[in-house]
T-cell receptor, first 115, second 110 residues
Framework: ETGVTQSPTHLIKTRGQQVTLRCSSQ?????VSWYQQALGQGPQFIFQ???????GRGNFPPRFSGLQFPNYSSELNVNALELDDSALYLC??????????????FGSGTRLTVV | GQNIDQPTEMTATEGAIVQINCTYQ??????LFWYQQHAGEAPTFLSY????GLEEKGRFSSFLSRSKGYSYLLLKELQMKDSASYLC???????????FGAGTTVTVRA
């Protein structure tokens, strides 16, 4: 079975631009969660998608948005980029109904640098 | 909300034992997780505790006391490859998100 894959691995953007990050969930998983990890910090929950709808959101402004597709893959979109958006963005997939304790698998992340 | 605290850094010698403590305050507790994260890589699952007590998995053990809001991860027979950040995370019963501490960087020296 394949794990969680994210693209691109690294990205440099200018302040004010928009960015789209992509995630393919692990085979058999139907839920995708996105996390932001600033340097030296733990991951912070952005939001979760299940059945193509947002299913919970952390303390992030509306310029952070997402999508989930019928094949359970997902996108994270960030508009009007700010310098503080520079971070590692992690995608994690899981199987809804089994709880967080089962198969919460992280991808290797996208390193976003905003200049 | 969640408030999770763990030490920033720890250093130990190869072959030794290190204990990483984690305290938490949470509403709707649904388990405590430990993840290992090497620099530039994804967090990888180490352990999960939902009931009080000790869970042992080879060289790694994890302990939970729900009444005290306390957990620890015990790393035995340390190896150089154990140098990494160790993340304590709490699961919420209200949703499927994890709330993470800032991580403890463990450095293993020869």
């Amino acid at each position: 079975e394949t794990g969680v894959t994210q693209s691109p691995t690294h990205l440099i953007k200018t302040r004010g631009q928009q960015v789209t990050l992509r995630c393919s969930s692990q085979s058999g998983h139907n839920t995708v969660s996105w996390y932001q990890q600033a340097l030296g910090q733990g991951p912070q929950f952005i939001f979760q998608y299940y059945r193509e709808e947002e299913n919970g959101r952390g303390n992030f402004p509306p310029r952070f948005s997402g999508l989930q597709f019928p094949n359970y893959s997902s996108e994270l979109n960030v508009n009007a980029l700010e310098l503080d958006d520079s971070a590692l963005y992690l995608c994690a997939s899981s199987l809804a109904g089994t709880g967080v304790n089962y198969g919460y698998t992280f991808g290797s992340g996208t390193r976003l640098t905003v200049v | 909300g969640q408030n999770i605290d763990q030490p920033t850094e720890m250093t130990a010698t190869e072959g030794a034992i290190v204990q990483i403590n984690c305290t938490y305050q949470t509403s709707g507790f649904n388990g405590l997780f430990w993840y290992q994260q090497h620099a530039g890589e994804a967090p990888t699952f180490l352990s999960y505790n939902v009931l009080d007590g000790l869970e042992e998995k080879g060289r790694f053990s994890s302990f939970l006391s729900r009444s005290k809001g306390y957990s620890y991860l015990l790393l035995k027979e340390l190896q150089m490859k154990d140098s990494a950040s160790y993340l304590c995370a709490v699961g919420s019963s209200n949703d499927y998100k994890l709330s993470f501490g800032a991580g403890t960087t463990v450095t293993v020296r020869a």
